[in-house]
């Protein structure tokens, strides 16, 4: 219901594109392989309980299978602008990384071993192809991160899940199938989540709208964590998923937070883990409120992130259009695939620009002849609710701004709407 139809004659730019991302990533890795074997003193870096972790000689299956994903998104992508967007990324990711193989070479920290048996063809061509060095950031991880922004907007049901198994599956083998270190890893989710903020998916694009205060505020959480990194290192994830956060503010930009698709991508969730756990026990609370949502004119709901469960509960009430605010979580998996979904990402705690709230007020408008219309963000308290009370004045449901706020809070006395 969400995929566009698929453009005709995409076999050509498919072919093409694929070649020039497929040459690019031939040309830069070799040569940053090749020169880096050449020069002295090239360092590691890895911890060592690193070594205890197992060699798992059948992970090289999952390994390898992130070539077949490769060529595989150029055909997967239904628009030339799908097309366009995965080849700038890839281009830029190939060369970004590049850059940081020049300029801080690594290499593994203890010796690969070549494994006998079946899976033995499959490490020699691995070895012949691949020196032990380009390891910070994984272009592995990178280009797994990326390419699946294809993957997830297109598959759905058991086929997505089972997708999104095997690339967690090939996001461990870079550990066990010793191709790379642990901060390897870390900074290749770092890499991917950095290029997709710096050429965004313009669907999703919405206006910036900046908080310095709470820029500050998480600004001087990532300084605390950075500075208690030097006692602890692991200290330095929260310190960089803090910092995340603190630009979006700074910036007013949402898609720094990485949501496209109505998902956030692996690399913006590996990167935003320790601000959305710590996030998610403080919203327990209120993730629990009930009644989930409030019917403000009849077909138009608002209210919280729903639960799996509830979102079925909500759909089984007939057909269904649902607009998202969130910009930091992921929205239910059965809204995506069996509702007519819009993601619309704003950031919290700030008030949406003008343009914003008059698309979110369009889609309701389009959409409640032909189906009921849930609005929700997070919690249900700030972003619904405000976009609510201006589709109540724009529709003629209040005289004036206060009293369409007013309204919304008979149905939700806790709505926050003084901003």
Excluded at 37 to 43: A, K
Aim: with cysteine; glycine share 8%; aromatic share 12%.
């Amino acid at each position: 219901m969400n995929r566009s139809p698929r453009e005709s004659g995409l076999l050509w730019p498919a072919l093409w594109r694929l070649a020039l991302a497929g040459g690019m990533f031939i040309l830069v890795y070799g040569f940053c392989n090749t020169f880096t074997s050449t020069r002295p003193n090239v360092g590691t870096w890895f911890w060592e309980w690193e070594r205890h972790i197992p060699f798992v000689k059948e992970m090289v299956i999952p390994y390898w299978s992130l070539d077949l994903f490769f060529v595989g998104a150029f055909f997967v992508c239904s628009s030339k602008a799908e097309l366009n967007l995965l080849t700038k990324r890839l281009l830029a990711v190939v060369v970004a990384s590049g850059l940081c193989f020049l300029l801080f070479p690594l290499k593994m920290g203890f010796d690969r071993p070549v494994p006998s048996g079946w899976t033995a063809p499959l490490f020699h061509a691995l070895y012949a192809n691949d020196m032990p060095f380009n390891l910070a950031p994984s272009l592995h991880i990178s280009l797994r991160s990326l390419v699946w922004f294809v993957y997830g907007a297109h598959l759905t049901g058991l086929t997505r899940k089972i997708t999104k198994v095997w690339f967690m599956l090939i996001s461990l083998s870079t550990l066990l199938v010793w191709q790379h270190h642990v901060i390897d890893v870390a900074t290749g989710f770092m890499m991917g989540w950095l290029i997709a903020a710096l050429i965004p998916d313009p669907r999703f694009k919405t206006q910036r709208t900046p908080s310095p205060k709470l820029a500050l505020r998480y600004g001087a959480g990532a300084l605390a964590c950075a500075a208690l990194a030097f006692l602890w290192f692991g200290f330095a994830w929260p310190a960089l998923s803090l910092a995340i956060v603190s630009i979006a503010y700074t910036t007013g930009l949402s898609r720094v937070l990485g949501k496209e698709n109505g998902t956030l991508s692996p690399a913006a969730e590996w990167c935003l883990m320790p601000v959305l756990l710590v996030a998610g026990i403080y919203q327990r609370r209120w993730l629990r409120r009930e009644p989930a949502w409030c019917e403000i004119a009849p077909g138009v709901m608002f209210g919280r992130k729903l639960t799996g469960r509830e979102a079925k509960g909500l759909l089984a009430g007939g057909p269904l259009a649902v607009l998202d605010l969130t910009a930091e979580s992921n929205a239910p998996t059965v809204f995506r695939e069996q509702a007519l979904y819009r993601s619309l990402p704003l950031l919290d705690l700030v008030k949406p620009a003008d343009a914003d709230i008059a698309k979110a007020i369009a889609f309701i408008r389009e959409q409640q002849p032909q189906r009921r219309v849930y609005v929700h963000c997070q919690l249900g308290l700030q972003r619904s609710a405000l976009i609510i009370a201006h589709w109540l004045l724009e529709s003629g449901g209040a005289g004036d701004i206060d009293g369409a706020k007013a309204l919304v809070r008979t149905r939700l006395p806790e709505a926050i709407l003084s901003r």
